[in-house]
């Protein structure tokens, strides 16, 4: 056992600092090998002053229709043939006599 402590010692002693040293030294020249990306350059730009005028916030009116020609322009109320009958455009009122679903005929209507 005395041999193998005296082996560790020398161990230590010797080969570990050595290989420790050639490990740093390696590592650290790996790190000086990659480049450094330069350094940006600072360029001062004098800016123009630049003034936008606003004459007018409301759109201008959209241009006016050309009027093209057309031959008789008929009015929508008017009928397109005039001895057709007239077209209702509301429903007649319901008739009288007839009862609503949901009313109550348990009792007679009053007359």
Request: aromatic share 8%.
């Amino acid at each position: 056992m005395n041999e193998q402590f005296n082996w560790l010692v020398w161990w230590r002693q010797h080969w570990f600092p050595a290989l420790l040293a050639l490990f740093s030294v390696g590592f650290h020249g790996l790190l000086l090998a990659v480049p450094l990306p330069p350094e940006p350059e600072i360029v001062e730009v004098e800016a123009e002053e630049e003034t936008i005028e606003i004459t007018s916030l409301v759109a201008p009116p959209p241009p006016a229709p050309s009027p093209s020609p057309s031959p008789e322009v008929v009015p929508p109320s008017a009928p397109a043939d005039p001895t057709a009958p007239p077209q209702l455009t509301t429903a007649p009122p319901p008739p009288s006599n007839l009862v609503p679903a949901n009313a109550d005929t348990s009792q007679p209507p009053d007359p």
